[in-house]
């Protein structure tokens, strides 16, 4: 039982239930949508396969996508290893459930004693959840530039992939080091769109300012040259926004000369979804065969959605499934904590309260395995943690986020429409501030990048990097279900080992 204050303030219990953690093949987000939509309205799936069937997920999926194709011909499906992307309409949905249960039944009442019977093909279905952005003083904060000078931690020779709404090819910024040149098997992709030129393109802006904290670099300009400019936000005493110019002495990424791989999930007007991220990490599989031969070696992901306990175990979802076998397969994997750290609430008088919360880290952020980390200022030990930044523990009972990094007021590399609303004010601008646990994730990124071009032992050993950093993380002092482990901090890092 637990005790629950009411509105007038006495507490009552909720009773034990069955209904507090009911299994079933169609997941509780996808039964909200379903009692929510209408006969002839299509929702986005994604369906979880059965990896225990004894014929072996293959013909799982064999099934399933024969079944689709039975029951709505017309439909277009994405087949991603374990899991089906589709789109269908309630009363189809339904035919598909229980279609499986009959497969199931028949092939139990038929099946050799001995062997056991075919199980479902599906585990469960998920919707096609709407994926988003988790939306430079910042090298000194994280002792970066200190690294690059005294170890040469510039990020040679290691390759990150930026799974985002793609990045600007263009900006000058990713052309010193060049960045974006990459060969071989590797090579950009779009997961939203036919063109996957367009994944280094960027209309919305997000990718681009990500990948720019990361890597990349823009040396102060020589005698005569234009200025660096960046387009800064600042609020006046009533609270109205305006933009100022910044003049920069020279803009630098955690890791300057990593490589960068841009995998465009976000569409030009930042939305996304699951099935796109879930194709976009099996791409990253493909590209390391699976752990085998590492051409990537670490993933940043400043996308998200939240997530909700009473859905499913924390951590349990598809695309933490699959971030957790990215690491084990040799990737460091990054991700952002997400921006849900605060809310409204209302009091007893029904006046509204801001209030920060815990339990709110964004999936794919409760992945045990990847590093989840949320938002500092560029002064942390004065401010602290971002008020926003998403805080743990998770859903069920772990530790997280595992670092923080700043994610307030970062200026990188701007594209789309980010940096076209910065030129209506600062004319010649190509850098702009943007705030969140988008920009913290990155920092992070680029110090494991770099860690990992001074200690080069550690590729393909992701849990014993996120050990290191976590472990070498300056202690702010703050409660560990807001800063984790506390600041990222690259010299002791690599001092570490």
């Known amino acids: 039982m637990e005790p629950v204050p009411d509105q007038t303030g006495r507490t009552n219990q909720v009773p034990s239930s069955p209904r507090l953690v009911p299994d079933s093949v169609i997941s509780p987000p996808l039964r909200e949508r379903m009692a929510a939509a209408g006969d002839g309205e299509r929702i986005g799936l994604v369906i979880e396969l059965n990896n225990n069937h004894p014929e072996g997920v293959d013909a799982a999926r064999r099934q399933i996508v024969g079944r689709i194709?039975?029951?709505?011909?017309?439909?277009?499906?994405?087949?991603?290893?374990?899991?089906?992307?589709?789109?269908?309409?309630?009363?189809?949905?339904?035919?598909?459930?229980?279609?499986?249960a009959r497969d199931h039944d028949d092939a139990a009442e038929h099946s050799d004693p001995v062997r056991p019977a075919p199980r479902w093909s599906m585990h469960r279905i998920w919707p096609n959840f709407e994926v988003h952005g988790l939306i430079c003083r910042t090298v000194g904060t994280t002792k970066a530039s200190a690294a690059h000078r005294a170890f040469n931690a510039l990020g040679q020779d290691v390759v990150w992939a930026v799974l985002d709404s793609g990045i600007d090819r263009a900006h000058e910024h990713f052309a010193l080091h060049d960045n974006l040149a990459v060969n071989g098997r590797l090579a950009h992709r779009n997961?939203?769109?036919?063109?996957?030129?367009?994944?280094?393109?960027?209309?919305?802006?997000?990718?681009?300012?990500?990948?720019?904290?990361?890597?990349?670099e823009q040396r102060p300009p020589a005698n005569g040259d234009r200025p660096i400019l960046a387009a800064a936000w600042y609020a006046d005493d009533q609270g109205s926004m305006s933009v100022v110019a910044q003049e920069l002495p020279g803009v630098t990424g955690m890791a300057p000369r990593c490589k960068l791989v841009s995998c465009k999930v976000l569409r030009d007007d930042g939305s996304g979804d699951l099935v796109s991220l879930?194709?976009?990490?099996?791409?990253?599989?493909?590209?390391?065969?699976?752990?085998?031969?590492?051409?990537?070696?670490?993933?940043?992901?400043?996308?998200?959605?939240?997530?909700?306990?009473?859905?499913?175990?924390?951590g349990s979802t598809p695309v933490c499934r699959e971030v957790d076998r990215l690491v084990r397969s040799g990737v460091v994997v990054v991700v952002a904590?997400?921006?849900?750290?605060?809310?409204?609430?209302?009091?007893?008088?029904?006046?509204?309260?801001?209030?920060?919360?815990d339990m709110t880290i964004n999936d794919p952020g409760n992945a045990e395995r990847v590093i989840t980390v949320g938002s500092t200022s560029v002064t942390p030990f004065v401010s602290g943690v971002s008020y926003f930044s998403s805080k743990g523990p998770t859903g069920d009972g772990r530790q997280k986020p595992d670092l923080v990094a700043p994610g307030e007021r970062v200026v990188s590399a701007g594209a789309g429409t980010l940096l076209a609303d910065a030129q209506q004010h600062v004319a010649g601008?190509?850098?702009?501030?943007?705030?969140?646990?988008?920009?913290?994730?990155?920092?992070v990124s680029g110090v494991?990048?770099?860690?990992?071009?001074?200690?080069?032992?550690?590729?393909?050993?992701?849990?014993?990097?996120?050990?290191?950093l976590t472990r070498s993380a300056t202690d702010l002092g703050r409660t560990r279900n807001f800063q984790g482990h506390g600041l990222v901090d690259a010299m002791r890092a690599i001092q570490a080992v």
Request: overall charge negative; hydrophobic content about 40%.
């Open 191 to 216: 997961f939203v769109g036919p063109d996957d030129a367009d994944a280094t393109r960027d209309a919305f802006g997000h990718g681009t300012h990500v990948a720019g904290i990361i890597a990349g």
């Open 278 to 314: 879930l194709a976009a990490l099996r791409y990253i599989q493909q590209l390391n065969d699976d752990g085998r031969t590492l051409r990537v070696h670490g993933v940043n992901l400043s996308v998200g959605y939240p997530f909700d306990p009473t859905w499913f175990s924390a």
């Open 69 to 100: 194709a039975t029951i709505a011909p017309a439909t277009e499906v994405r087949e991603l290893g374990s899991y089906v992307g589709t789109t269908l309409t309630v009363p189809q949905i339904r035919d598909l459930v229980k279609g499986d």
């Open 337 to 357: 904590a997400g921006n849900t750290g605060y809310g409204w609430a209302f009091g007893p008088l029904e006046q509204r309260i801001r209030l920060g919360f």
């Open 448 to 468: 494991a990048a770099a860690f990992l071009s001074v200690h080069r032992e550690f590729i393909g050993r992701p849990e014993e990097v996120k050990q290191i």
């Open 429 to 443: 601008a190509r850098y702009v501030e943007n705030s969140g646990t988008s920009m913290a994730a990155p920092h």
